[in-house]
């Protein structure tokens, strides 16, 4: 919880930021601050923490003895989708992203899939977004979900335990992370190592595991979904964070020799997905003009978009592929642009040379 003295020393010294959604005015914590997490955010007296970063493991039994103090553990699928909490101030629903924005897209989906009812325990749902987004794969399957993978009690200022935010979801009709189920630490380590495999096999990103009382939680993410996730970006990559392919060449590097599975299987795999994608880049930078992703969404009141426009063009460019009309909506198609890589590889593709 961040005081009033606090709250001025972090604005003062720009860790935090004011914001404004309509008439609400807020305050989010744009950096960690002392104790407070990056992300937190202050509204009407209420104060919302930030979702802290999960420590990642790279060996299935090391990681889970030295990270999990439990014997049995809980193992969900991890999301591949964006980080939202999900919160009930005056009655109304917002969602708050990842770095404690209201997001204006989000907040209008969620009010269409959260019930009020589940806010009268005062809890922060913590979940994942997929599907028809703006920052997620478009899919003709259904429009977005929202995935609950914890639950935080606002007056406890603790996460719910596996068991109970499943009961609670249940109750209330939202879905859960998918569960894998409960298993004991060693006594289920070759389920746990099945599991693992199988997971990488049927093209899921991970598995999130849980202490028993959820205070402990670390991921274990496959090399598919790294390999996957390497030839999704690297057309962009200059537009990528610092240390974007390093992480997922060591991790999948890490699990591959850990199951003995094929080095040359998972080496051409790795090849073709990095070569054939930035292959593929260059043709679009050549045949369009410039590098680029497309999403699709579908909103309620296009002032979303608009809002949606003027929060994201601060780190991108956005060009709009069309806005249709349907019964549910306004349909819009449109590309984010990415504009560093689309310089630097046309200067490249022009002749530019570099000294290493």
């Known amino acids: 919880m961040a005081g009033a003295e606090e709250m001025r020393a972090a604005l003062a010294k720009g860790a935090a930021e004011r914001g404004k959604f309509g008439a609400?005015?807020?305050?989010?914590?744009?950096?960690?601050?002392?104790?407070?997490?990056?992300?937190?955010?202050?509204?009407?007296?209420?104060?919302?923490?930030?979702?802290?970063?999960?420590?990642?493991i790279f060996t299935l039994e090391n990681g889970l003895e030295k990270n999990i103090s439990s014997e049995r553990v809980f193992a969900?699928?991890?999301?591949?989708?964006?980080?939202?909490?999900?919160?009930?101030?005056?009655?109304?629903?917002?969602?708050?992203?990842?770095?404690?924005i209201i997001d204006a897209f989000?907040?209008?989906?969620?009010r269409g899939i959260v019930p009020r009812a589940i806010f009268q325990g005062n809890v922060m749902l913590?979940?994942?977004?997929?599907?028809?987004?703006?920052?997620?794969?478009?899919?003709?399957?259904?429009?977005?979900k929202y995935y609950v993978f914890d639950i935080y009690d606002l007056e406890e200022g603790e996460y719910l335990p596996?068991?109970?935010?499943?009961?609670?979801?249940?109750?209330?009709?939202?879905?859960?992370?998918?569960?894998?189920?409960?298993?004991?630490?060693?006594?289920?380590?070759?389920?746990?190592?099945?599991?693992?495999?199988n997971v990488n096999k049927s093209g899921?990103?991970?598995?999130?595991?849980?202490?028993e009382d959820r205070t402990e939680v670390v991921k274990y993410v496959n090399p598919n979904a790294d390999i996957e996730d390497v030839g999704s970006t690297i057309k962009a990559i200059f537009d990528m964070p610092t240390g974007q392919y390093n992480q997922r060449i060591l991790r999948s590097a890490i699990f591959i020799r850990e199951y003995g599975l094929g080095k040359e299987e998972y080496g051409?795999?790795?090849?073709?997905?990095?070569?054939?994608?930035?292959?593929?880049?260059?043709?679009?930078?050549?045949?369009e003009g410039s590098i680029y992703d497309e999403f699709e969404i579908l909103v309620k009141d296009t002032?979303?978009?608009?809002?949606?426009?003027?929060?994201?063009?601060?780190?991108?460019?956005?060009?709009?592929?069309?806005?249709?009309?349907?019964?549910?909506?306004?349909?819009?198609?449109f590309r984010k642009i990415y504009v560093k890589s689309t310089r630097k590889l046309r200067e490249f593709l022009n002749g530019k040379g570099i000294t290493d």
């Open 268 to 287: 051409c795999k790795l090849g073709k997905s990095i070569y054939e994608n930035f292959a593929k880049g260059l043709d679009m930078l050549e045949r």
């Open 162 to 197: 596996p068991e109970e935010r499943y009961a609670l979801l249940k109750r209330h009709g939202l879905e859960p992370a998918p569960s894998f189920g409960k298993f004991h630490k060693k006594g289920d380590l070759k389920k746990l190592r099945a599991l693992a495999l």
């Open 126 to 144: 913590c979940g994942e977004m997929i599907g028809n987004t703006p920052y997620t794969r478009p899919t003709n399957e259904f429009d977005v």
């Open 76 to 100: 969900e699928e991890k999301i591949d989708g964006y980080n939202l909490r999900c919160v009930s101030i005056g009655n109304e629903i917002y969602a708050l992203s990842r770095g404690g």
């Open 106 to 110: 989000s907040t209008e989906k969620l």
């Open 303 to 333: 002032a979303v978009w608009d809002e949606l426009r003027r929060h994201m063009s601060h780190e991108i460019r956005l060009e709009t592929v069309f806005e249709r009309e349907e019964k549910e909506g306004t349909r819009i198609k």
């Open 204 to 211: 899921k990103e991970g598995i999130v595991f849980k202490s």
């Open 24 to 56: 609400l005015e807020y305050v989010r914590f744009r950096s960690p601050y002392r104790e407070i997490e990056r992300g937190s955010v202050a509204i009407k007296g209420g104060f919302y923490p930030g979702f802290p970063h999960i420590k990642r």
